[in-house]
């Protein structure tokens, strides 16, 4: 698993699992993109391409009232089953 572009990270499980299990929970993205472009692929192919517009909410982490105002954003995609590509 890897992420192209600035400030992106993959939050992965399951990686001490085979291949087939592995999976990621969370990518996190210092930036606040309008549009998210996922693309899954297997042995150097993209096999899913999914666009999406993240939905953000802010949030104060030191309380009510109290500085930062952080925002997190989410997406959330629905992967087909793949089967491998012969």
Do not use: Q, W
Request: aromatic letters at 6%.
């Amino acid at each position: 698993m890897t992420c192209s572009g600035s400030g992106a990270d993959i939050v992965a499980s399951d990686c001490a699992s085979p291949a087939p299990e592995h999976g990621f929970v969370e990518i996190r993205i210092d930036a606040e993109p309008t549009e998210v472009e996922v693309a899954l692929g297997y042995e150097g192919k993209t096999r899913v391409t999914y666009t999406s517009k993240p939905v953000y909410s802010e949030f104060r982490p030191n309380g009510p009232g109290c500085e930062p105002v952080c925002k997190s954003g989410a997406i959330t995609m629905k992967v087909p089953e793949l089967v491998p590509i012969k």
